[in-house]
């Protein structure tokens, strides 16, 4: 059974654009609601009809918001850099030096990296009320430190191992210190693969919500997925689809824009977090 | 003299450094992993309620498996082994797990497929592959929730016009169609992950062996199922494994999308319900421990049946 | 007093012995060169010298203290990897430099250092580029110039010239015998598995197989006088012929050999007779593969062009004292005799 070329072609790039269509659609379908205004939101419209800003004003005006954005970014940043900090110099032991138990070391890591988060809950719980940081960011920054610390230290050994070994033999040669191969030589070869690991963790922070949802139990203290999932109307006939569509949209497309900005390097960063059989 | 045999000053700074450079690590995971799971496990044992963690009492498994005799005879079962909601919760995340996992892969294989082709456009097509991958869980959930809406939802307009469906449907709140919402949704979100790393295990495969097979008349269909296939499957499987584990926990999607629905209810919503919701601390703790063990065990046969070798040689 | 010293150095990957009872004396100013195949430890040996792998046993000594616990650093030593090993980000300053900020000199010192060593390589008008802006050549130069810049008491040379491509492999390999000439004082150990970089450079060659010295000499002593049979068949190329069976034994050996170099090939008579299996035209020399029909394959060097062809019959014919004689265990018994007749028992 052999098609001619142009039904072959036709059919291939149907498939494509259905792959596009599908891809895209639903966030297309959030801005277009998100700009409609009013009762126009009720009628289903496949094409856009308004450009109205009055959903993100509403947002933005809301005061809270604003605030809640600034605490994802707090939470996502600080993670991010404690645990590349934490991570960089773990990863050197993990993938340069030799000793006992690195193997089994490097096994528990990856472990933790599948750990169901909500095995921890209750007794993270009772860590972070122990600690004072109940309705803190800073607990947060703490729990967060379960899923970005495995990640990154994760992906930067599977890096590092594969930096030339006689590199660093020259700096020891040369009188480096451990400490000094790792901020001098390593760090500025590293600093690709330091940018896309960071950028992962970043959004893996950026979209938790079990934690974010359990930690904090005050408005203005919330990161933006919760402040999203609990944005309601009045009751139950009066959820403001179009304020909810508006702040999605100011939250994603800044993800998006970096995803696509480095889409390349993610692929690479998230094939050797996962596929490392 | 100075000693012959043994390490060198070399080795050993490099292992004192080792060992110093691991330790911050170390102790941040064993606060935020190792000591959470130890009490959760505790509490599971214990008859601890949200505001009275510190008078927590020991009760043995009266949590899990519980007989209350009645003493007349008579007697009943209590404790989360017989709990029929747990199990419904275990079947829905079992289910969920396989059905989204398997579509995932399905579309993953098909679009990676596609994009390892060389077309006009390919890379446009390949960032806009990515979106869903790039939006957070809980924006997706919301979006769907709209497009899902029962009364304005364009995905029944859609349908409608399309005579497809007769009249509309209430997708995230219709028991029947629930789950049929959260798996549309987590697959829509998950098969870009898919077909990256799936893309990435066919990117690995040399050009030319698709040459030689050309050369030998190979058709496309046995192309695959010989020579694809094979050389991409340790590279899917493994993914798959991360997405079973992954699916396994699966909390914020559902609990946006169709709360308090027991047909969609997952382990860890069970778990989260209990202990912050119904004020039954100790409860959701035991549950929280039994999906931790489900998922232990899963976890440890995987890397015992791929024989993972963490330890890449090196020199 | 050796400038560097080794007492029944030992070492073990493991429960792999890859180094077993190594003893060596190097004087002071000398240029030495580890030459062995693959795997024999030359490069292993250099490593433990350097202080990049522990010593398992034995003693290490440098300008008589004993180092085998000592910083690489600390050792007095600079080494040139095979693969330059310049650090990528920084310019052919800093990577010259980085060695003596770490050793803490004065800012002053580092430049006057780091412009003379560039002044000695002639890579002055680089110092500002990265190292991928150079070329082969010049990172070798940049990389042995992070190493003078140490002001070492030994040199340490891992198959330095390995990654240049032959004609630059030359000029280098002059260069580094200028520069043994200039640095005087300064001992030079040198690993490599090419023989003729090895004969050219070497004041004494320590050649290494399966993880023992097999002999320590000058280039011409292990040419001439080699130890064992395996040194007679690694030093010189083409590589030496052997005869065994009933020929040597006969004279009570083992093993004839012979260098294609000591050897005459006429038509009409000689001492083996055999056919010609294949000739390979140099330009310069000619070589000769004869079958023989009593002593096996035997290859012959002739200076110059020759009109033999394959399927020609020929005899092949030692030169005067030039058959080497070995026992059993590859020893050499006596030294080289023999001649354009057999001469058994000569003894």
Redesign the interface.
């Known amino acids: 059974m052999t098609f001619p070329g142009w039904i072959k072609t036709s059919a291939f790039y149907a498939l494509v654009s259905a792959i596009v269509l599908q891809a895209v659609f639903p966030f297309y379908y959030a801005i277009l609601t998100s700009l409609e205004s009013g009762q126009s939101i009720f009628d289903v419209n496949y094409l856009p009809q308004a450009a109205s800003l009055a959903n993100y004003w509403a947002m933005i005006s809301d005061g809270v918001f604003g605030k809640q954005i600034l605490n994802s970014v707090f939470v996502a940043t600080v993670v991010v850099f404690i645990s590349l900090f934490l991570a960089v110099t773990a990863a050197y032991a993990l993938s340069r030096i030799r000793f006992r138990g690195r193997g089994l070391l490097l096994l528990t890591i990856l472990s933790v990296s599948m750990f169901p988060q909500i095995a921890v809950l209750s007794g993270l719980f009772e860590v972070i009320r122990a600690f004072g940081l109940f309705n803190s960011l800073w607990s947060l920054v703490f729990s967060y430190m379960i899923f970005t610390l495995p990640f990154t230290v994760w992906v930067l050994t599977t890096f590092m191992r594969k930096l030339p070994v006689e590199i660093e033999e020259a700096a020891i040669v040369d009188g480096a210190s451990s400490f000094t191969i790792i901020w001098r030589i390593f760090l500025p070869l590293m600093w690709p693969a330091m940018v896309t690991t960071g950028l992962l963790a970043f959004i893996h922070a950026w979209n938790e919500f079990l934690f974010a949802l359990t930690f904090l139990s005050t408005d203005s203290q919330r990161t933006v997925p919760v402040a999203i999932a609990l944005i309601s109307g009045l009751s139950e006939f009066e959820i403001p689809w179009g304020n909810i569509m508006a702040a999605s949209v100011i939250v994603t497309l800044p993800l998006v824009v970096l995803v696509l900005i480095f889409q390349r390097k993610i692929v690479s960063g998230l094939t050797a977090g996962a596929v490392k059989g | 003299?100075?000693?012959?045999?043994?390490?060198?000053?070399?080795?050993r700074?490099?292992?004192v450094?080792?060992?110093l450079?691991?330790t911050?690590?170390l102790l941040?995971?064993a606060?935020?992993?190792a000591?959470?799971?130890?009490?959760?496990i505790?509490?599971g044992f214990t008859d601890?309620s949200i505001d009275l963690?510190a008078e927590a009492q020991w009760v043995g498994f009266r949590n899990y498996l519980e007989y209350l005799d009645y003493g007349d005879g008579e007697g009943e079962y209590f404790g989360l082994l017989v709990d029929a909601d747990w199990w419904r919760a275990v079947w829905n995340t079992l289910r969920f797990t396989i059905i989204s996992v398997f579509f995932e892969t399905l579309f993953g294989l098909?679009?990676a497929l596609?994009l390892n082709?060389e077309?006009r456009g390919r890379s446009l097509?390949?960032?806009?592959?990515?979106?869903?991958?790039?939006?957070?869980?809980?924006?997706?959930?919301?979006?769907?929730a709209?497009?899902m809406?029962d009364?304005?939802?364009?995905l029944n307009?859609i349908l409608l016009r399309l005579h497809i469906i007769a009249e509309p449907v209430a997708w995230t709140a219709s028991p029947d169609t629930a789950m049929l919402a959260v798996l549309i949704v987590d697959i829509?979100k998950t098969t870009?992950?898919m077909a990256?790393?799936i893309?990435?295990?066919l990117q690995m495969v040399p050009g030319d062996i698709y040459e030689a097979a050309r050369l030998d008349g190979v058709g496309p269909v046995r192309l695959f199922r010989r020579v694809t296939w094979p050389l991409i499957m340790?590279?899917v499987?493994?993914?798959i494994v991360?997405r079973a584990?992954d699916a396994?926990?699966v909390?914020?999607i559902i609990?946006?999308l169709t709360p308090n629905n027991e047909r969609t209810r997952t382990?860890?919503v069970f778990?989260?319900e209990n202990?912050?919701d119904f004020d039954k601390?100790a409860y959701?703790?035991a549950a929280?421990?039994l999906?931790?063990l489900i998922?232990?065990l899963l976890?440890i046969s995987f890397?015992w049946a791929?024989r993972?070798n963490?330890?890449?040689d090196?020199? | 007093m050796a400038s560097v010293e080794l007492r029944s150095v030992e070492k073990s990957f493991g429960s792999v012995e890859v180094l077993h009872d190594i003893n060596l004396s190097l004087e002071k100013g000398e240029f030495i060169v580890f030459v062995g195949p693959s795997g024999c430890g030359k490069s292993t040996l250099l490593r433990l010298i350097a202080g990049l792998e522990d010593i398992t046993g034995g003693e290490l000594f440098i300008d008589g203290t004993c180092v085998n616990s000592v910083l690489p650093a600390k050792r007095g030593i600079s080494m040139v990897f095979q693969s330059y090993a310049l650090y990528p980000h920084m310019n052919v300053y800093d990577n010259m430099a980085f060695g003596l900020e770490q050793a803490r000199l004065s800012k002053h010192e580092i430049d006057r250092r780091v412009r003379e060593a560039a002044g000695m390589l002639q890579i002055e008008q680089y110092l500002d580029r990265k190292p991928k802006q150079l070329s082969g050549g010049q990172r070798q130069r940049v990389a042995i110039g992070r190493a003078i810049t140490r002001q070492p008491k030994v040199f340490l040379f891992d198959e330095p010239l390995s990654n240049l491509d032959a004609a630059l492999r030359v000029d280098t390999r002059i260069e580094i015998a200028r520069l043994h000439k200039r640095l005087t004082g300064t001992t030079m150990v040198y690993v490599t598995h090419d023989q003729v970089e090895a004969m050219t450079l070497a004041d004494r060659i320590v050649v290494l197989n399966a993880g023992r010295i097999e002999q320590v000499g000058t280039p011409l002593e292990l040419y001439e006088q080699p130890a064992s049979r395996f040194v007679a068949g690694f030093i010189g190329s083409p590589r030496m012929n052997f005869i065994e069976g009933a020929e040597p034994a006969a004279a009570g050996v083992h093993a004839l050999g012979v260098r294609p170099e000591h050897l005459d090939v006429s038509r009409t008579e000689g001492r083996w007779k055999g056919t010609v299996a294949l000739v390979e035209k140099l330009g310069s020399d000619t070589f000769i593969h004869v079958t023989t029909d009593t002593s096996g394959m035997i290859n012959a060097r002739a200076v110059g062009n020759h009109g033999f062809q394959a399927g020609d019959t020929v005899f092949v014919t030692p030169r005067e004292g030039s058959i080497h004689r070995f026992n059993e265990d590859g020893k050499p018994v006596g030294g080289p005799v023999g001649g354009p007749v057999a001469e058994e028992g000569s003894e």
Do not use: C
Request: no cysteine; hydrophobic share 60%; proline share 5%.
């Open positions: 003299m100075a000693s012959n045999a043994g390490i060198s000053t070399l080795s700074q490099r292992i450094s080792a060992w450079f691991l911050p690590m941040v995971l606060s935020v992993a000591y959470p799971l130890i009490r959760t505790y509490f601890a963690i098909v679009i596609v082709r077309f097509v390949r960032a806009a592959v990515l979106i869903p991958w790039a939006i957070p869980t809980i924006v997706s959930a919301k979006m769907w709209w497009m809406h009364q304005f939802g364009i307009d829509w870009p992950f990256l790393l893309l990435a295990g340790p590279a499987l493994v993914a991360f584990l396994l926990r909390f914020d609990y946006v382990m860890s778990a989260r202990l912050f601390f959701g703790s929280s421990t999906l931790f998922i232990a976890t890397i791929t993972m963490v330890e890449a090196e020199r």
